[in-house]
């Protein structure tokens, strides 16, 4: 959603029912629709077929005109527009037409690209809008946004942006964001009573939600009361309005060569103009000659290229799982030098399963059946046999898992055992349900009243329920052998960092019933999360404390009674391990940091090669270093653990401090400063909240590490063909400029005839410029990367668009093309041949050409390059070469419109050899480059 906040609390359209004043169960009954089940199918897509998806008219986009007039207005365009005005007032109605048709050609090629662009990126974010959890015909169910209809029951979770308008039915500490429709910064506490005044406005409905405000934190149910344009987001049209699309630090740096460019030549052409009329040259000529060197100085096809090389950069980073959802992010990767990274997910696999259980005195190893089951775990079977005998104390342990839980799970299709939700917390239902404890029953035995949700900063959650029904027969007895009263109503259950845990516990579950925690406990059971811990696992410690009332604040938390440890196996991704090597020899610095622990952590980090050492630093050992400290630390240490993600902030901070270049990950709510911080910030496709997609420069489809790196190999690769084009064009254009400039002075200096002041014609640059800027700056675009780019170093943050010799290599270029164009048109011209100005146009579209072809690699020589290995170049030389033959022999272009001379077929030859010859000086200066590296 694009929506920015607007003036404080705007007055409520007007909705009937008013649903701010009825009670969560009368709201239902007016949409029909049952508590339990939710809508069934058949009915929401009856209402789906009558009001539409639930989805904007999207107002963001640029809007056409707004694009043509950009482009229209463009200095570049202006001063084409000017040259043909003037040609116009000379009565060369053929030069004002041709550059007139001209400029309509370049503004409609950019206008294409760029609406084509725009387009594109607005379809991306579209793909980035995530699921829904809805309940349809009595169960739960992930579905898009769109498929919403009034009536649907839907799950909101910190993270999530609100959907739609809903009522809400049943919350826990709710905190809802609303600025983007009342401007209130703060986020607001939800609640579920009814109100009394039917004129509240929007800030004070406290039992509504609104489409596009984001849930900060808690959870709760709703159902949607109104959708799409009908909501209040809706109605108040205004509202929807985009974020201003900023230019790409690149197309700005061009921006300001194109318009460098262009005031150059308009100076120059007025110094031609004025040193002609002072050396008595006619009016006209000079005037003439004037707009022809403006014409040759306007790198007309830049706009156009820049726009489809970042555009389909996009398109290709897609492909590969990488969405950009702003197209500066294209080239911003390329010059990344520190992929920050969280783990769980990103690295691992994020697919748990519970491998051993620790309690008092009582272990159960499942790694050692673990490993011959391996394909079985794979498949997510249920494995009751190793479960179902397991003691009573663990098995309290796995039911306190199950409670504390807002996973799901249930029986595939396949007969196997699926998930829905936090992976941590599906592997502990599975866990329970294989030692044979239903989710579906503990809960009705324990009604959940009250919750403090899981955040990443606490690391920990607590749920609280209410003895509501009879336990299953041991665990009723085993909490009876513990000396726990059983009249009390109320049980609270925590589960989280181990860590944590035992701060907060006063107690543990012994042998002998419950017993004082002391330092002996206490060792024991940081000795056992340490052994775990060293094993790749992550660990939950699990507790729980009865009491009489439903607290829902953290004096539920107080005074916990400890039952026992969980480990689970989060394997790592196996793509990882070479995405990590592949970093590494790209001068990319891979970093790892979580919330898990420090042991946890630098397992997985050795094993994937990201720290050779495995040193971590904690979130404890942050908080005591100074920035200065801080800087020093995060440019040596490769690992970050039990860190929040106010810490990552810092860590971003400290690295772009030190001049780094950063990626960072993030799926959480409060990872959204950081995203926003980071050069390149990076969401999660699959477990990523909205409000992290949203804070992103990019979304990971696949939530995959490797992905991160691909998109860093497209960046480079996209970078490299904009500066090459670059330089192509601005190269080709000095060369021209110079010609046009010495061709009067020489002839002057030489003391021949000043025949014609005019070295090409305005026609002929304009042709010129037609080839190479726009048809060979397209396949430049295109070039595949470079053999070595993601074998060199980043390039150096803050370096400009023409350094590492590329203002040298504009130079010498430059003053080669001037200098073998001018030879040769001064031998023919001296020679008084009539096609001196035929044989500098040829012999300059030839020398373009293999220019073209010589800066495929800034170092490595074409024939290692591959001719055929850009195909498109290819074809667009062959168009071009075709084109050139055309304009010298097709009547109609040659005599008419170009004004050229047939060449004989050797006068050819001799353009083409001395075209040849730039690839040749390319070539010899690549071969001195590669001489000096390999000396270095
Ligand atoms: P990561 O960076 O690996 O994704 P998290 O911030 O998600 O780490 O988790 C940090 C710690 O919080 C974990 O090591 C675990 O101890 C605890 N934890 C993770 N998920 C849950 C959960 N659903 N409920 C309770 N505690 C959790
Ligand atoms: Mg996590």
Known sequence: MTTRSRPASPAPAPADPPWHLLEASAALAALGTPPERGLDDEEAGNRLARLGPNELIDRGAKSPWKIL??????????????????????????????????????????????????????????????????????????????????????????????????????????????????????????????????????????????????????????????????????????????????????QARLDRVGKGLAAAGVGVALLILGLGLLAGEPLEDMVLTAISVAVAVVPEGLPAVVTFTLALGAQKMLRRGALIRKLPAVETLGSVTTICSDKTGTLTENRMTVTVLDVAGERVDLSETLHARMPALERGEARPEVLLGSPPLLRLTLAAGALCNDAQVRMGEDGRLETLGDPTEGALLVAAANAGLAPGELTAALPRVAELPFDSDRKRMTTVHARAGRLPDDLGSVLGRGGLEPERGFVAVTKGAVDGLLDLASGVYGPAGVQPLGPEWRRRIEGANDALARNGMRVLGVAFRLLDAPLADERAERDLTFLGLVGMIDPPRPEVREAVARCRAAGIRPVMITGDHPLTAGFIARDLGIAVDGRALTGVDLARMGDAELEQAASEVGVFARVSPEHKLRIVGALQRRGQVVAMTGDGVNDAPALKKADIGVAMGITGTDVSKEAADMVLRDDNFATIVAAVGEGRTIYDNLRRFV?????????????????????????????????????????????????????????????????????????????GGMGWHVVWVGAYITAVALGVGLWYYRLELPQWQTMVFTTLAFLQVFQALAIRSGTESVLRVGLFSNRLLVGLVAVVLALQLAALYVPLLQATFLRLVPLSPAELLLAALLGFSLLLAIELEKWFVRRRTRAA
């Open 727 to 803: 330089k192509f064009a601005i190269t080709g254009n000095v060369g021209k400029v110079g010609v046009m400039l010495l061709w009067p002075l020489l002839l002057a200096g030489a003391g021949l005839p000043l025949g014609s002041a005019i070295a090409l014609l305005p026609l002929q640059l304009l042709w010129l410029n037609l080839m190479t800027d726009g048809l060979l700056g397209l396949a430049m675009g295109v070039e595949p990367p470079e053999r070595n780019v993601m074998a060199r170093p980043p390039q150096a943050p803050g370096e400009g668009i023409f350094s």
């Open 69 to 250: 007039l950009e482009q229209l207005t463009a200095v570049m365009v202006l001063i084409l527009i000017a040259a043909a005005g003037l040609s116009a007032l000379l009565g060369k109605w053929l030069e004002a037409g041709a550059i007139l048709a001209i400029v309509v050609l370049f503004a409609g090629l950019g206008f294409v690209q760029e609406y084509r662009a725009e387009r594109a990126i607005a379809a991306l974010k579209k793909l980035a809008v995530p699921g829904v959890r809805v309940r349809r015909g009595g169960e739960w169910r992930e579905l898009g946004a769109r498929d919403l209809v009034p009536g649907d029951v839907i799950a909101l979770e910190a993270g999530n942006v609100v959907p739609a308008d809903v009522r809400l039915i049943e919350c826990a500490n709710l905190r809802v964001q609303e600025a983007a429709l009342t401007g209130e910064s703060e986020p607001v506490d939800k609640d579920v009573a009814p109100l009394t005044r039917p004129d509240a406005p929007l800030g004070d409905r406290r039992n509504l939600a609104f489409l596009g405000t984001t849930v900060s934190s808690g959870r709760g149910t709703a159902v949607v009361v109104e959708t799409g344009m009908r909501t209040q987001l809706g109605r108040i049209a205004t509202l929807i309005q985009d974020v201003p699309v900023g230019l790409t630090p690149l």
